[in-house]
């Protein structure tokens, strides 16, 4: 890459002592800086005077045609300074000769990471609350994968559990069939509500519940049919909701599937001595507060459950990386579970990780499923697009396939809201903020790359990636281009692409600026400056791409 290229040239002009201690300081400052202070006691010398001192040395060793075009003192630190013209030359070769790949690597050949993510309940609906979990893990994965790593999508569905044993005693007490069969999600939420009404009322309901659910883990034929019809129906919803998100797995497995697994895991861990029995019920005990897996009935658990699939996973994909994109309220138990998980032997480092994240919200406050307070997801990407349509109409009423362009526009509006912001904070979706083509927003980016390609579009000239002569505003702009990749990177081994939101807001913010003040077509210079609308398009797009937003034709 460009920038590790101009380090190692910088690093050729200094002493070992001096290597390893370059940092990149704050924008406008300098390209690479050495503090001296850190040498003054070894040295026995002020850093002001270190720092002159390397100034005259280095100049005697600059030569022409280097990456380096100067070192100057300022007070206790040397700050070096790229060549613009040629480094400017460099980057965009790079993005001209990799295209859509650049920013990409191979860093990850040989690992395996596996993804989980959107885990979203049979039976009950996929609402906003879900968006943030499916639409992060969806970027991450794409992170993955685009660094090399053979990336596993997983959506764990929450089958299983006492909630089905309540679902299925509302059901038997007050579900009817046609309105089921015509409208299952909302019907069966329906129930899942008045169930927990009535239990306000009637305490032993609970207790209905539990027998239920104990009956479905015993294989009851009447109860596992029911279950069955439920999770037909409910994963034929979520699909048309993923299909409309754009987002896919590579496996949908359910907590089901590791019931018999699970009951086996509490054998091995009494067994072992990790676990032990009070009243019936399996627990680990830890410092804080033990972690259950199996319960006095001897029916499963989610701990059970999930340690059960924990350890599938090991032995069937040898992990570099297992990935749980959950809420930070699940913090104390993805805590338990990994130390279990280390107890009984299934993992060995840190190959679980909890990827943790802060609630999304609406202005109207906090959604509950139990109280019946929830936004379906279908309603609120519908409402997103309406709007979207109405701002169509203010700003290009000739546009073309309106439909389709405010579809992409309200889904990058959603997107965007969300992976803009360090994960583990708290957000609030406000519509008219989110769906505005001004300010840090998705719209805003997607109408800086169509700005792009619609320059790129009016052109007639041939591009050229022989650069002579960069404007200060250029410079600035290929020197963004070439910390792509390094941003990539770090999105990925900390887990959070609003390191990338960030990043990109940050290029288009610099390119429209260079749009207004700069002459492109019909200049001298086009050649080399079509090259650089292109290079702008291209990270744009790649970028926007791995954050899960399409870039429409016209806008």
Known sequence: MPFSKFRKEVEALLDDRYRGFLEKPREGQADLALPCFRFSGQLGRPPNEIAKFLEIEIGGKLRQGSLVRGAVASGPYLNFYVNNEKFASLVLKEI????????????????????????????????????????LGQVLYNIYKFLGYRTVSDNHLGDWGT???????????????????????????????????????????????????????????????????????????????????????????????????????????????????EEGTVIIPMDSTPIIIQKSDESTIYASRDLATLKYRMEKYRPWKILYVVGSEQSLYFRQVFYAGRLLGYVKGDEPVHVSYGLVSLPTGKMSTRLGRVVFIEDFLDEAVGFAKKVIEEKNPKLKKKEKVAEQIALAAVRYNDLSKQRTKNTVFVMKEAISFEGDTGPYLQYTAVRAASVLGKSMKKMS?????????????????????????????????????????????????????????????????????????????????????EVPEKM
């Open 96 to 135: 001209i000769r990799k295209k859509e790949k650049y920013g990409g690597s191979s860093i990850g050949k040989g690992k395996t990471v596996i993804v989980e993510y959107s885990s979203p309940n049979i039976s009950k609906p996929m609402s906003v609350g879900h968006l943030r979990n499916t639409i």
């Open 465 to 549: 990636t022989k650069i002579k002569g960069t404007t200060e505003d250029e410079a600035k702009i290929a020197k963004e281009l070439a910390l792509f990749p390094g941003v990539v990177e770090d999105a990925c081994r900390d887990c959070q692409p609003h390191y990338i939101a960030n990043y990109l807001y940050r290029l288009a913010s610099q390119f429209n600026e260079y749009y207004h003040k700069t002459r492109i077509i019909g200049t001298r210079e086009e050649g080399q400056r079509l090259v650089l609308v292109l290079s702008v398009f291209t990270v744009l797009k790649t970028g926007l791409s791995l954050l899960g937003i």
């Open 163 to 277: 909630q089905f044993g309540n679902l299925l005693y509302a059901y038997d007490r007050w579900g009817d069939e046609k309105k089921v069969k015509k409208n299952p999600i909302k019907e069966l939420l329906a129930l899942y509500v008045r169930f927990h009404e009535e239990v306000e009322k009637d305490r032993e309901i609970e207790e209905e519940g539990r027998k239920w659910f104990k009956k479905l883990e015993n294989g009851d034929r009447e109860a596992t049919a029911l279950w069955k019809q439920f999770y037909k129906r409910s994963v034929e919803e979520f699909n048309r909701t993923y299909k409309r998100l754009n987002v896919k797995f590579d496996t949908m497995v359910g907590e089901s599937t590791f019931v018999k697994s699970a009951k086996q895991i509490a054998r091995d861990a009494l067994e072992k001595g990790v676990a032990k029995e």
